[in-house]
């Protein structure tokens, strides 16, 4: 997410940006591998989570918590724990961000502590106008001689030179920079929508708007409701209600008698 339109040029020599119309990431290829000998997927132009990349499916998919400097990906020295520069409460936000998507979407989301979670969040001294980031690897599968790509992992950094909030009171809010960020490592790109979380602009807090739930509902389906009973089964309930209420008189009256 930037503070402005200012373009930003990132100089991750093992990721790039792929675009499409509905969703973007930044991919990455096995260190041993060039850039141009990753396999052609059948399905590269969306990325989501799940093996097969399947549009419209839901997923389950995991997160933690960077505590120290060794848990950035490629070992960045940069990188740090999120409680060295955000105030207490950061870890509620982070929770309440990935619910916000669960709420609206099929997905489910678990919290590990040994950080070995698919999302890592982390912070970062981040040049520029940027306050965080996203960063998403995906792996290749192949199905019946055709190959598919799906996200396998990514890592959302805040940036650590700039002033942060968890109740609103000042500086960046991180809850609405939080879950703007999850969007992206779920597979969103930046709505053209001003107005809606997921417009590139920074613009105060903010909560999923129609156009970040449609986004969302198109990659991983709605969320799952709980299914209404069949006609035959309230049928069957109704039956044993009515049995129990008729014992319950015999019972009674032969008391009575």
Same mark, same amino acid.
Not at 236 to 255: D, N, P, S
């Given at each position: 997410?930037?503070?402005?339109?200012?373009?930003?040029?990132?100089?991750? *020599?093992?990721?790039?940006?792929?675009? &499409?119309?509905?969703?973007?990431?930044? *991919?990455?290829?096995?260190?041993?591998?060039?850039?141009?000998?990753?396999?052609?997927?059948?399905?590269?132009?969306?990325?989501?989570?799940?093996?097969?990349?399947?549009?419209?499916?839901?997923? &389950?998919?995991?997160?933690?918590?960077?505590?120290?400097?060794?848990?950035?990906?490629?070992?960045?020295?940069?990188?740090?724990?999120?409680?060295?520069?955000?105030?207490?409460?950061?870890?509620?936000?982070?929770?309440?961000?990935?619910?916000?998507?669960?709420?609206?979407?099929?997905?489910?989301?678990?919290?590990?502590?040994?950080?070995?979670?698919?999302?890592?969040?982390?912070?970062?001294?981040?040049?520029?106008?940027?306050?965080?980031?996203?960063?998403?690897?995906?792996?290749?599968?192949?199905?019946?001689?055709?190959?598919?790509?799906?996200?396998?992992?990514?890592?959302?950094?805040?940036?650590?030179?700039?002033?942060?909030?968890?109740?609103?009171?000042?500086?960046?809010?991180?809850?609405?920079?939080?879950?703007?960020?999850?969007?992206?490592?779920?597979?969103?790109?930046?709505?053209?929508?001003?107005g809606a979380l997921m417009y590139t602009d920074y613009q105060g807090q903010n909560t999923l708007?129609?156009?970040?739930?449609?986004?969302?509902?198109?990659?991983?389906?709605?969320?799952?409701?709980?299914?209404?009973?069949? &006609?035959?089964?309230?049928?069957?309930?109704?039956?044993?209600?009515?049995?129990?209420?008729?014992?319950?008189?015999?019972?009674?009256?032969?008391?009575?008698?």
């Open positions: 997410m930037k503070q402005s339109n200012k373009l930003n040029l990132f100089w991750f *020599t093992l990721l790039f940006l792929v675009c &499409t119309n509905t969703a973007q990431a930044f *991919t990455f290829f096995e260190v041993n591998a060039p850039a141009n000998s990753a396999p052609f997927a059948e399905n590269e132009s969306i990325l989501t989570w799940g093996e097969g990349n399947t549009l419209g499916e839901g997923a &389950t998919i995991s997160y933690s918590i960077a505590t120290d400097y060794s848990s950035c990906f490629l070992g960045y020295e940069a990188c740090s724990s999120l409680s060295s520069f955000i105030p207490s409460g950061y870890e509620n936000a982070i929770d309440t961000a990935f619910d916000r998507w669960a709420s609206v979407a099929n997905l489910s989301f678990n919290k590990v502590d040994d950080l070995s979670g698919d999302i890592v969040l982390a912070g970062e001294y981040i040049w520029g106008s940027e306050i965080a980031h996203a960063l998403t690897a995906r792996s290749f599968t192949e199905s019946e001689g055709e190959t598919f790509s799906q996200i396998s992992w990514s890592e959302i950094h805040f940036s650590e030179a700039v002033f942060w909030s968890v109740d609103g009171s000042f500086g960046y809010d991180f809850l609405t920079v939080a879950t703007h960020e999850i969007g992206h490592a779920l597979g969103l790109g930046h709505s053209e929508v001003q708007q129609a156009d970040d739930i449609a986004g969302i509902q198109k990659l991983y389906g709605a969320v799952s409701a709980v299914p209404e009973p069949s &006609t035959y089964l309230q049928f069957l309930l109704g039956m044993m209600v009515l049995f129990g209420l008729t014992r319950r008189a015999k019972q009674q009256a032969h008391i009575g008698g």
